[in-house]
């Protein structure tokens, strides 16, 4: 674990580096502030932020993070969603994975109700890729319009330029800060301008900040520089009078056991099981849990615990298969969190629903279709932890990310596929050999063994946390250790919102 987690360093390492040192140095000799540096004197002294995604675009052609920092922080004593466009990158351009991992932000925002802060400074669109980002990027306004319809508050602050679809930003936000000499905010820039109407014009008469505070009005307030747009933004949340839907509970006693433990918890292979309750017992308060239904469907552990004081139910895989009585158990523990208003936590390492004709004819498949109603059906918040394997169906049951968890973070030793590549492999092998029996073909046994060793590494490189991360498949890979403090962060901006159970809104349970 400690060697993944030493490699996912380094992936986080090129995220931190944006543009690299060229571009760092000629942001800094501006005179601007790194985005990470932005949001660090937004927020509260010593409080944390849970950065969301910094994976994200890895794999792809785009650098490692999306020109874009997201996460919760708090400021001004309140519980803040935050977005910081890195400059150093293309300018701060979007590119497709940019637009996921701002909408994914402004999703969390809307559904726990926290008030979103914009941290601008972007050129809009990066154009080569303008036609993978410009249709679906008007769902970033639309969701601005949202939030504040909502009564969630919006505010923007702008440090460069906001230029083109950037600049509906600041245009749709409740409130809006620039700063003089710095920002430019407008449509189309002189050159597009000039082009258009053939009129000749500079960016300061044009977008500049001193224009839009005494001429336009898009500017609510105007700011001297970097450190005092930020200090005006903390006084604009300081000011919002907003109020959480339910009380921070009284501090709760940590762990028993060590949170170090969990580096040796999960074995290297998946295929080992290992007792989930020893996961829980180095995360939740005082180690303390109360099992329901601990003799029946042993392979799924379901608990009520507390977790920084939160009331938490815990559902975990403790033999990777899902079998019918652990699909029962869990529709059962389900709709008992939903009648109480308390939150759901998963923790993932499941191989899917068991299969055979034997399990078959014992009504896997509705049974199966039982848990994934109750699921999907729940109106509790879930948070889901990928520790190791989440195959198949078993992946949807246990709230994988197409259930809408409101977080969802991985482990660096999870996988996540249809299926485990060796089985994935055996398959294909399977159904290629019937196929060359059926046309009367010998079957050739080396091409054979050469197909399943490529489609096995193929698997194996797609099921990697890195892989699913820069996916936006989850909200980002912790280290196992932090599991506690990020459950009770997202915990913390859910109860922002009110925790309200579905009361019998499940659909037909096929007995």
């Not at 400074?121 to 036609?131: F, H, N, V, W």
């Not at 679906?136 to 702008?158: K, M, N, Q």
């Not at 001429?215 to 109020?243: F, K, M, Q, Y």
Request: net charge neutral; glycine share 10%; with cysteine.
């Amino acid at each position: 674990m400690l060697r993944r987690l030493a490699e996912l360093d380094a992936e986080h390492a090129k995220a931190l580096a944006g543009g690299g040192e060229k571009y760092t140095a000629r942001h800094r000799a501006r005179g601007g502030l790194l985005a990470r540096e932005r949001v660090e004197l937004l927020l509260d002294p010593d409080t944390p932020f849970l950065e969301l995604s910094p994976l994200a675009a890895w794999g792809s052609d785009h650098p490692v993070g999306a020109s874009l920092v997201t996460g919760i922080g708090v400021v001004s004593g309140v519980e803040c969603a935050i977005t910081a466009n890195d400059p150093t990158v293309r300018g701060g351009a979007f590119n497709p994975w940019t637009l996921k991992k701002a909408l994914r932000l402004q999703e969390i925002a809307y559904t726990n109700r926290l008030p979103s802060i914009s941290l601008v400074e972007s050129g809009g669109a990066d154009l080569p890729s303008q036609k993978e980002t410009f249709i679906p990027g008007g769902a970033l306004f639309r969701d601005l319009t949202r939030l504040s319809a909502a009564g969630i508050p919006t505010v923007a602050v702008v440090f460069g330029n906001s230029t083109a679809g950037g600049a509906y930003v600041p245009g749709m936000s409740d409130h809006t800060i620039m700063i003089e000499k710095r920002s430019k905010v407008f449509l189309g820039g002189p050159p597009l301008v000039r082009m258009a109407t053939g009129e000749e014009s500079d960016e300061e008469s044009l977008g500049g900040a001193g224009m839009h505070a005494r001429t336009s009005g898009l500017a609510d307030h105007l700011a001297h520089d970097e450190p005092d747009a930020l200090r005006r933004a903390r006084r604009v949340i300081a000011r919002l009078n907003w109020r959480k839907a339910h009380p921070d509970p009284p501090p709760a006693e940590p762990p028993l056991y060590d949170p170090e433990e969990l580096l040796g918890i999960v074995p290297e292979d998946l295929r080992t099981p290992f007792d989930p309750r020893e996961v829980i017992a180095r995360v939740v308060d005082g180690s303390e849990f109360d099992e329901f239904k601990p003799l029946y469907g042993t392979s799924l552990v379901t608990c009520w615990a507390g977790l920084h004081g939160y009331p938490v139910g815990v559902l975990a895989n403790a033999r990777g298969v899902l079998f019918s009585a652990e699909s029962q158990k869990a529709a059962h523990f389900v709709q008992l969190a939903n009648q109480r208003d308390i939150p759901l936590v998963f923790l993932h390492n499941t191989t899917g629903y068991m299969v055979g004709s034997r399990y078959e004819q014992g009504g896997i498949i509705k049974h199966g279709a039982m848990m994934i109603n109750a699921v999907a059906n729940s109106r509790v918040p879930h948070l889901s932890v990928l520790m190791g394997a989440s195959y198949g169906a078993g992946h949807y049951g246990m709230c994988g990310r197409a259930y809408d968890p409101r977080f969802l973070f991985s482990w660096p030793s999870a996988r996540a596929a249809v299926m485990g590549p060796q089985q994935l492999a055996g398959v294909l092998s399977i159904v290629a050999r019937a196929s060359a029996r059926a046309g009367g073909r010998p079957y050739d046994e080396d091409a054979d063994a050469a197909l399943r060793a490529v489609v096995e590494r193929q698997i194996e490189a797609e099921s990697l946390p890195a892989f699913l991360s820069g996916r936006l498949y989850d909200d980002g890979v912790i280290d196992p250790r932090d599991t506690r403090t990020v459950l009770g962060l997202c915990l913390s901006a859910i109860h922002t919102a009110p925790v309200e159970g579905a009361r019998g809104g499940f659909g037909v349970f096929r007995m």
